[in-house]
């Protein structure tokens, strides 16, 4: 009696180990064991959804998650393996999507009022991929609504906390992402990065964000924000596994008439040379504009530099002149885009429509004021302003010089140098309602990760070090559009030479 | 100093963007617009007159594909996310006005 009460305490205990184990695999460990039948993707499925029991109730970076459709997916994966089959390249790998990218099961909210309903009638081109490679979805993230905010604070369903700190924002707009993978609560995620969305909750929540080039993978089915600038990446834990989710999101898409082609730049294997180091790397560095970060920042980076160094990097100065005019031209652009995008929500063809409206434009106004969040509002207008009659030129247009200047910033950069290096953000993680009220200083945290959406270029965000408050700070490496296999090598540099990605927020250990 | 943007301009773009805004939204956007067009401003220190506008960052073209008929979404999955219907259209209020009685 007894004994048989302590072996099923002991299995439980060795079951809630064995789970512990599979969560800290990564994607691609976790790919491996699964496609060689040693792990079930069911066992990783269920420990990520004990993971989800336990932490999300703290994190709060699910809107939806899809328990039955997710194990019922690993099932069939499982079964097909124990078959023979031959599984996909992420096959069994329980993964979440922000939910700006449309997909038929769940609702695709945009973490917007407006979309709180909406049931898409098609799939992002991206999930169709993750789908035909056997990853397990088993959720769709918080963000700030329509993707506009750096803090997840802008959401209007719900409030996700950084894992690393619950009194502090997970960054944004894909904080539900990146509190996700490193709450533990999926190995991998896909976000959308505007102006630094993807990157900058990467940097908050000391996991890795890589934004690729724009056009390197297909907007079909993202739920449009600023469409000259928006792009798909990943939130991961690794470098190679932002390889091993590019290989399967990457590439051109009828679909989508500005995802670039074969022809222009060959996707290629992002994994193949990963390990490979880079021969007489050259590092730039803009060092005026990295003084304007916070000294602990500024220390982990001036370390990072030093690691390079070590490995045999060279890094030299390179002036980039235009680079402090990146917020104002960007919050020019952005919301003259937003403005234009977002004036589909109509409350007629599909999400919330008033119940007070008199006459026709009423079903307008009245529906958009009731379900659109402030930010929302404030970027329409914004962007409306900007684009009006009389002011076009000295907004609009100026914008679009600017940007001109700041992308050749970057083309006189890459002749000297292979990549740039700078912070993500100039503080770590802020805390919950500390710039909400403030909606200039929430845009000026946004100064080292918007001249890459601007220039269109690739960057990605890694763990390069901790705070005075045990908070994660990101490195960002930014390099020429399309030159993501050897952006991944040089941050890969990195990672297997210090810890830093292996630092687990306090509430997982 | 004089605000950027005051409030009859505020409510004037309200109305372009079609947002029933309240007195208080106005108010609050018409400081917080303000700050921000403040600042965007600086982008005037710098002389673009021999500068490109640069809408796009890759060499787009117009991308065509061979014109035949492919399926469409159809009438129930297009209409299945309406707020309101009517048969197989989307209902509005009326929009045409009545009331000279033609």
């Known amino acids: 009696m007894i004994f048989s009460r302590f072996l099923r305490y002991w299995m439980i205990v060795r079951v809630l180990e064995v789970q512990k184990e599979l969560l800290e695999m990564d994607c691609k460990k976790l790919r491996d064991e699964i496609s060689a039948g040693r792990v079930r993707s069911v066992s990783a499925t269920e420990a ?74 098609y799939n992002a081109t991206v999930v169709e991929k993750l789908l035909a490679a056997d990853a397990v979805i088993v959720g769709k993230t918080n963000m700030d609504e329509f993707a506009m905010g750096s803090s997840t604070e802008n959401s209007g369903l719900k409030q996700t906390v950084n894992p690393w ?35 900058q909750p990467a940097s908050f929540c000391g996991v890795v964000g890589l934004k690729p080039t724009y056009g390197r993978v297909s ?17 991961t834990r690794t470098t190679s596994d932002a390889a091993l ?70 890094v030299i100065e390179v002036d980039m002149p235009h680079l402090d005019y990146a917020i104002a031209a960007y919050y ?22 008033t119940k007070h409206a008199g006459d026709y434009v009423e079903v307008y106004t009245k529906s958009r004021a009731e379900a659109f969040g402030k930010e929302v509002k404030r970027r329409i207008m914004l962007g409306t302003y900007a684009l009006s009659s009389g002011y076009y030129d000295a907004y609009y247009l100026k914008a679009l010089k600017v940007r001109n200047l700041i992308r050749g910033d970057f083309s006189k950069a890459f002749e000297k140098c292979d990549c740039i290096m700078m912070p993500v953000s100039p503080t770590t993680a802020f805390k919950i309602g500390e710039k909400v009220d403030d909606p200039l200083k929430m845009y000026l945290s946004d100064i080292y990760t918007i001249a890459a959406n601007l220039a269109g270029i690739p960057a990605i965000s890694i763990p390069c070090g901790l705070d005075e408050h045990n908070l994660p700070i990101g490195l960002q490496i930014l390099s020429p559009a399309f030159s993501e296999a050897k952006l991944l090598q040089i941050a890969r540099m990195f990672e297997s030479q210090t810890d830093w990605h292996k630092k687990r927020p306090p509430m997982i250990e | ?42 982008m005037n220190q710098l002389d673009t007159s021999k500068v490109e506008p640069l809408a796009h960052c890759l060499p787009v073209s117009n991308v065509f594909r061979e014109d035949f008929v492919k399926e469409s979404l159809g009438t129930e999955k297009t209409l299945a996310n309406a707020p309101e219907r009517e048969g197989d259209f989307f209902k509005v209020p009326k929009i045409l006005d009545d009331s000279s009685g033609a």
Request: a negative charge.
């Open chain 2, 1 to 42: 100093m004089r605000e950027k943007i005051d409030q009859s301009q505020v409510k004037k773009v309200a109305k372009l963007s079609r947002l029933d805004l309240s007195e208080a939204e106005i108010a609050e956007f018409t400081g917080q617009l303000s700050a921000i067009l403040e600042y965007v401003e600086k």
């Open chain 1, 245 to 314: 989710m590019m290989n399967v999101i990457a590439g051109h898409d009828p679909a989508d008439s500005t995802s670039v082609g074969e022809d222009m730049a060959p996707v290629g294997d992002y994994l193949e040379k990963i390990d490979e180091p880079i021969e007489g790397l050259k590092v730039g560095v803009v060092p005026a504009f990295n003084a304007g970060a916070d000294k602990g920042v500024q220390k982990a980076i001036t370390e990072a530099l030093e690691v390079y160094k070590k490995v045999g990097a060279e």
């Open chain 1, 219 to 235: 907007r079909f089915g993202l739920v449009a924000y600023g469409s000259s600038l928006d792009q798909i990446g990943t939130i």
């Open chain 1, 332 to 353: 020019v652009i952005a919301t003259a885009e937003a403005s234009s995008n977002l004036a589909r929500y109509d409350g007629v063809h599909y999400g919330h429509r």
């Open chain 1, 165 to 199: 700190d619950k009194s502090r924002v997970p960054g944004g707009s894909s904080g539900g992402s990146a509190a996700a993978v490193a709450g533990r609560m999926c190995f991998g995620a896909l976000g959308s990065d505007t102006g630094g969305s993807i990157r």
């Open chain 1, 48 to 121: 990520v959804f004990r993971a989800i029991e336990k932490n999300e109730p703290v994190i709060g970076a699910y809107i939806s998650t899809f328990k039955e459709q997710a194990l019922a997916c690993a099932s069939d994966i499982d079964a097909r393996i124990g078959a023979g089959e031959q599984a996909g390249k992420l096959a069994g790998v329980p993964v979440a999507i922000k939910d700006n990218m449309c997909t038929t099961f769940g609702a695709t909210t945009c973490a917007s009022r407006i979309l709180e309903n909406f049931q898409s009638p």
